[in-house]
C-alpha cells in the first residue's frame, strides 16, 4: 500500500511540474549529460594556451546540457583570436566571467576546438583567494575604473554648470579687468534667469 501511495504522489509531484519525461527521454538525457564534446581529445593533444573570457557564460538556446562563452584565445605563437566556446555544463568545475585569464588547451589541428583546464582554473582561482576575488578581479582588468571615472566626469562637470561658480569666475574675471562691470551684470542676469 506504501509503495502504491508512493507512486501516486509522485505523479501527482510530476504533472504539477509538467510531466515525468519518458524511460527514452531520461536515457538521451544521461547521454548528452556524459557527452564531453571531444573535450577529452583535445586535452590529451592539444598545446597549452591561456584565453581571456570576453562575456559571460550563458546557456545554449535547445541544449539543457551545454553553456557558451565568447574567448579571445593567445596561443603560443601566433595572433590572438576569438571562439565561442560550447561546453558541456557537466564538465565545468569552477567560474568563468568576463575578464577572467582561463587556461585552455588548444588542438593542434583546428584551432578553433578548445578545451578548458578546469582543475588548473579551479587552482587559479584558488590562487586568486577564492571565487568572488576571482570574478571581481576579472571585472576589474574588463571594466577598469570606468564607473569610478565617469562619477569624477560628471561631479566636475557639475562643479562646473554650478550657477554660483560661475558667477565667482565673472567676479573674478570683472576684477581682473578682463570683462566690464556691465558685461558682468549681464551675465549675472543671464545665470540667475538660468537658475
Known sequence: MGFLKGMRDLKGVSDHHGGMPSV????????AAVDDRGEREVLKKGIPAKAVAKGFAEPVPGDR?????????????????EV??????TRMKAAITVGMEIPVK???EDPSRI???WDAQQASIAAAG??????MGGLQSTYGNVADQAMR??????Q?????TKLKKLGEMRDAGLITSEEFDEKKKQLLEDF
Open 24 to 31: 527514452r527521454q531520461s536515457f538521451k538525457d544521461i547521454g
Open 65 to 81: 546540457f551545454a553553456m557558451q562563452i565568447l574567448l579571445e584565445v593567445h596561443p603560443p605563437s601566433g595572433a590572438p583570436y
Open 84 to 89: 565561442q566556446y560550447i561546453f558541456p555544463t
Open 106 to 108: 588548444v588542438h593542434p
Open 115 to 117: 578545451a578548458v583546464q
Open 130 to 135: 577564492g571565487d568572488t576575488a576571482a570574478v
Open 153 to 158: 566626469d560628471a561631479q566636475a562637470k557639475s
Open 160 to 164: 562646473a554648470e554650478d550657477p554660483a
